[in-house]
């Protein structure tokens, strides 16, 4: 499968494009990574978490789900989620699955994409226990190539306004490290016609701050990698039409 660490390309504006998915190596558990990124845009503003994805992603070995961001509508209309709303379903799942997530992922991911994580694995285990303990030296030494979107000038602080747009957030565990470590994917799902109305800038610019705020914190132990839809496996739970799947079945099942 294709990766690139290539900043992508401006996608906003372009009805025949959407953006890469967004690939991190960071330290801790899949679940410590999907909280951290979760707690990310929790403080931007989620609306909604798709019903039944984090028992979906489970099943397939990775610890994940899908959120609805919206900044922009009237908390009356429908309330903001905190993290505990949203990590309460994962948590759930996790608990009841336990190390079957493991065996899951090592049965069920595809060689093409399983791939992916051994070559992302080659890094981290080349960065050892120096970039794992020492993480603030890696970024400082990375710097502004860090990622395309941390590298970015910011003035001040402030909250992008993103509208109304689906993102999943999923992380799954990388094997055979020295330190523990996790791969985490974050990156929208909605075509454009279901984002709302002249949005896109200001999704891309929540992601941008994600990055950064990821950067932030001293996990990352690789720059970011970003894939296209297209060069995904066909098999990928990650691709659109695997999504649409995930989403029909949990539709059709009763959770607590």
């Known amino acids: 499968m294709k990766m690139t660490t290539t900043p992508p390309a401006s996608w906003t504006g372009n009805l025949f494009r959407r953006p890469p998915l967004g690939v991190y190596t960071v330290t801790g558990s899949p679940e410590d990574a999907l909280r951290r990124c979760l707690d990310l845009w929790v403080t931007i503003g989620v609306r ?14 990775w610890v994940g789900t899908e959120i609805t961001v919206d900044a922009l509508s009237r908390a009356t209309e429908k309330p903001f989620l905190g993290l505990p709303d949203l990590m309460g379903a994962v948590s759930d799942v996790v608990s009841d699955t336990g190390t079957i997530l493991h065996m899951a992922y090592e049965e069920t991911v595809p060689e093409g994409l399983r791939a992916v994580t051994d070559t992302v ?4 285990s080349f960065v050892g226990n120096v970039a794992y303990s020492g993480a603030t030296s890696v970024a400082n030494t990375v710097g ?3 990622s395309g979107f941390a590298a ?8 992008p306004k993103p509208g109304k747009c689906r993102i999943v957030v999923a992380a799954r565990t990388l094997p055979d490290q020295e330190k523990e470590a996790a791969q985490l994917w974050c990156f929208l799902t909605d075509e454009v016609t279901k984002r709302a109305f002249r949005s896109d800038d200001q999704i891309d610019e929540a992601f941008q701050w994600l990055e950064r705020k990821l950067a932030e914190q001293n996990i990352l132990l690789d720059v970011p990698h970003y894939v296209n839809q297209n060069d995904l496996p066909n098999d990928s739970i990650l691709r659109a039409d695997s999504l649409a799947k995930m989403r029909r079945s949990a539709n059709t099942e009763i959770h607590p």
């Open 48 to 61: 909604e978490q798709t019903h039944g994805m984090p028992q979906q992603f489970a099943r397939r070995g």
């Open 152 to 159: 970015k000038a910011w003035r001040k602080e402030r909250l």
């Open 121 to 124: 694995g080659e890094v981290v």
């Open 144 to 146: 502004g190539l860090v």
